[in-house]
């Protein structure tokens, strides 16, 4: 084990692509968990979130299908389509921040950046293939189930991180548009 990690901690490769992974699910899962909060609680609909999923699911297909391929053609390099990619999903993300929520642009906007994330995960397991390989190389210890297994533990890290931050800063959003409406209060 301390052989695994030595080889690991000499990769730099691998360190940048296990924080990556953790920003890849911190940005799906706080997405998702923002998203059914404002749409079940600030929108009063719940229904949306099922729209969102769903619409989330055919841009998957699309983007990891599709798009992901043409990107790579495109580009020529694992490591520049995942920018490109992340950069694309990530900016209309941001876009997607500022519009109101449920609205037709909306979901284009996230239907876009949902494309581009999927387009660029398939590029991102695709390095963490050659990160083992060059790892191997310099070191001469194969580590492929260490790195694995790290990269899925920093999945399940951001799984658990970004529900919890990115709710609390969205959360300060919805109230204030709740404050705005001031729902009925209940009397005995």
């Not at 901690?9 to 940005?27: D, E, R, T, V």
């Not at 009063?44 to 599709?66: D, K, Q, R, Y």
């Not at 991180?161 to 005995?188: D, E, F, H, I, Y």
Request: glycine share 10%.
């Amino acid at each position: 084990m301390k052989k695994q990690f030595a080889a690991f901690f000499q990769n730099k490769y691998a360190i940048i692509i296990a924080l990556s992974f953790f920003m890849i699910g911190f940005c799906a899962y706080g997405k998702m968990t923002v998203m059914v909060f404002y749409f079940t609680y600030v929108c009063n609909n719940a229904a949306l979130v099922s729209i969102a999923a769903t619409l989330g699911l055919v841009a998957a297909i699309v983007g990891s299908g599709f798009v992901g391929s043409w990107v790579f053609s495109w580009l020529k390099n694992k490591g520049t389509c995942l920018i490109f990619c992340y950069g694309l999903s990530g900016l209309f993300a941001v876009i997607g921040y500022f519009l109101t929520p449920g609205s037709t642009l909306w979901f284009i906007t996230f239907a876009i950046s949902q494309v581009m994330h999927c387009a660029g995960i398939g590029h991102a397991y695709g390095i963490v293939g050659d990160t083992v390989d060059v790892g191997e190389y310099k070191s001469g210890v194969r580590v492929d189930g260490f790195i694995s297994s790290f990269v899925s533990l920093m999945m399940k890290a951001a799984a658990q991180s970004a529900p919890r931050s990115s709710s609390r800063g969205w959360a300060l959003r919805a109230m204030c548009r709740m404050l705005r409406r001031r729902p009925p209060s209940r009397t005995s």
